[in-house]
């Protein structure tokens, strides 16, 4: 299974909201406070300590059904999981839009709001690039569209892009506002961490 890039604990894949949006979840990164971002030392420890505690809350402060309950994305936007996935910021909600890691569903999701952006039915294959942007540190994205179906030009099936400023993309997908109240739910995905029950992706009452 695939192995969080600060720990090495098996991961899995978090859905919460309705249509569900999808995370990949590090269990022991999400219960525990201790974890550092590359490059941080003990002198920097604190403020990320912070700034984990203050997502954690507003986590908490979310409540549905009369369970709290993790409504938006279980890590926060500077965690690794959550970085090499990053395409574009969302303004809106203070969150990012990352790629849905759902197998063969190619949209982008909002950390921080549950907001879907769809893309067309003819995309057959979206891939996050290890490649940023210099100015926004966004990834770029390598779109494949199907065989004939190509709004490119020179009809080309592959285009590398800047979802931040790619017009031509942008014009194509749908966004959709869905609801954070209706579902949250955790599964494992192609690992479901040696954590147990604690890893299924709700949060600790």
């Not at 974890?35 to 505690?53: A, R, Y």
């Not at 969302?90 to 849905?100: N, R």
């Not at 080309?156 to 739910?185: M, P, W």
Request: with cysteine; glycine share 12%.
């Amino acid at each position: 299974g695939q192995k969080c890039p600060l720990c090495t604990f098996e991961l899995c894949l978090y859905q919460c909201g309705q249509p569900a949006r999808t995370f990949p979840l590090c269990p022991n990164c999400f219960n525990s406070s201790e974890w550092l971002l590359p490059g941080q030392d003990e002198g920097t420890v604190g403020k990320g300590l912070d700034e984990e505690d203050e997502h954690k809350e507003r986590q908490v402060r979310r409540v549905a059904g009369g369970r709290s309950l993790v409504l938006e994305c279980p890590h926060p936007d500077t965690h690794p999981l959550i970085r090499e996935r990053t395409v574009a910021p969302d303004p809106d909600s203070g969150g990012v839009l990352v790629l849905d890691p759902t197998p063969n569903k190619y949209r982008l999701v909002s950390t921080r709001d549950p907001t879907i952006i769809y893309f067309p039915k003819e995309v057959e294959k979206v891939v996050v690039m290890d490649r940023e942007d210099e100015i926004t540190r966004c990834h770029l994205i390598k779109i494949e569209w199907k065989e004939g179906a190509s709004p490119l030009p020179d009809g080309s099936t592959k285009h590398i892009c800047n979802f931040c400023i790619d017009g031509l993309i942008q014009g194509k997908v749908r966004v959709y506002h869905g609801s954070e109240r209706l579902k949250a739910s955790g599964r494992g995905g192609r690992g479901r961490g040696r954590g147990g029950g604690r890893g299924r992706g709700r949060g600790r009452r």
